[in-house]
């Protein structure tokens, strides 16, 4: 363990790197939970850094006691002193960086069952959206996210955070290209589908228990018609009053619980 009273210490100046997504091959992780997440996930960690105050409280304790055994280094700083690289408001006491999990096709095909539930995120630029729907996804049963080019990183900070662990658990293709994920969906017997407020399909009229994959698009304008054409079917979710459409988050949420309710 090492103490360190200087905010300009190279360390710290990593970890705000990290923090801001300007190193791509580490994740930044703060908070005790999610840092135990981590741990049990068997995440390579490089370093924990954590506040003197927080190394106090028994259950924190117990963390830096087993975290102590794999990471790289362990670090004790101030509670201001964390302050300058927390990327919360108020500073939780643990952040760590950790490698980032591998990512790719090949992850999906290592991971996958006869039946697979993937979610295709598709230009989600939200990444409190993109942490929320993984951690549904889960939760559902899903076997694994694809992530297409331009949307929030997975493995950001507020990704992580809303995520839960989640994200350390299920095999994720980040970064694919669209098309690139249809085509691969295909080869591999996967339908696709896509949820589409205009659809003519309500989504407990589709047979959930095949191979699928739900593609959920932007947050302001939803997929376009060519995303939606490219798919094998499209779904829409009924909605009474004035309500012209819902959170993708919960949209997901719908649409993934009624795939987990028709598997069991």
């Known amino acids: 363990m090492k103490t360190i009273s200087s905010r300009d210490n190279p360390i710290l100046r990593r970890a705000r790197l990290v923090r801001d997504g300007k190193i791509d091959d580490l994740i930044f992780v703060e908070g005790l939970r999610l840092a135990e997440e981590a ?44 302050a300058t690289i927390s990327f919360t408001r108020t ?57 297409t080019t331009n949307t929030a990183d997975p493995f950001s900070p507020k990704s992580l955070r809303g995520a839960m662990g989640s994200a350390f658990r299920l095999p ?40 699928r994959a739900l593609i959920v698009g932007p947050e302001s304008t939803g997929l376009s018609s060519e995303d939606v054409d490219a ?12 309500v012209e459409s819902l959170n993708v988050g919960v949209a997901a949420g719908v649409l993934l619980y009624e795939a987990a309710r028709q598997r069991r």
């Open 91 to 147: 500073p939780q006491g643990i952040i760590l960086l950790a490698k980032r999990p591998e990512s790719g096709k090949t992850r999906l095909e290592t991971r996958q069952d006869h039946r697979p539930l993937l979610v295709i995120l598709h230009s989600l630029n939200n990444p409190v959206n993109v942490g929320a729907i993984m951690r549904s996804a889960e939760a559902a049963g899903a076997t694994g996210i694809i992530t």
């Open 172 to 211: 994720i293709w980040r970064g694919a290209g669209y098309r690139d994920a249809l085509s691969w969906c295909a080869a591999n017997n996967i339908r696709t589908v896509c949820a589409d407020v205009k659809a003519g399909t309500l989504y407990t009229d589709v047979d959930w228990t095949t191979p």
């Open 39 to 82: 741990l049990h996930s068997g995440l390579d960690i490089d370093v924990v850094i954590y506040s003197d105050e927080i190394a106090e409280k028994e259950r924190a304790a117990r963390f830096l006691e087993a975290v102590a055994l794999v990471c790289n280094r362990l670090i004790s700083v101030s509670e201001k002193l964390l």
């Open 231 to 242: 798919a094998d079917e499209a779904v829409r979710i009924g909605m009474h009053g004035e």
